[in-house]
């Protein structure tokens, strides 16, 4: 059974950072696709990055492109979000999830394993 935990969530300043971690286990993860979604307040689940665990292939959200980067470290069976520039807007509980399968989706109901989500608030 695979497992994510998300870590790394906080307060931060618009235009600072924060850096978010998802442990995954249960599983190995080569044929797999590891995402971060985000849902704010009264709004629909966002796709935000996701990453092939395999090769280390990225895709990203419009809204997000340029200022957060996904990465993944093999070893520690973890994959990070490093949010730069932050906007209010980023405010949101960032979810882990993951599926085998492409980087191409991004629709939350396409993925098959979710985290328990952990909450970022961007002050202006």
């Known amino acids: 059974q695979v497992q994510l935990e998300e870590s790394g969530g906080g307060l931060a300043q618009a235009g600072g950072s924060l850096r978010l971690s998802c442990a995954a286990s249960?599983?190995?993860?080569?044929?797999?696709?590891l995402a971060w979604f985000r849902q704010a307040p009264g709004k629909e689940r966002e796709f935000v990055a996701s990453i092939a665990w395999s090769g280390g292939t990225t895709y990203y959200a419009n809204s997000v492109k340029g200022r957060f980067t996904i990465s993944r470290d093999n070893a520690k069976n973890t994959v990070y979000l490093q949010m730069n520039s932050l906007k209010p807007e980023d405010t949101a509980v960032y979810y882990c999830a993951a599926k085998i399968g492409s980087i191409w989706y991004t629709r939350g109901n396409e993925y098959n394993y979710w985290g328990q989500g952990t909450q970022v608030t961007v002050s202006s």
């Open positions: 249960g599983r190995t993860f080569d044929t797999y696709v």
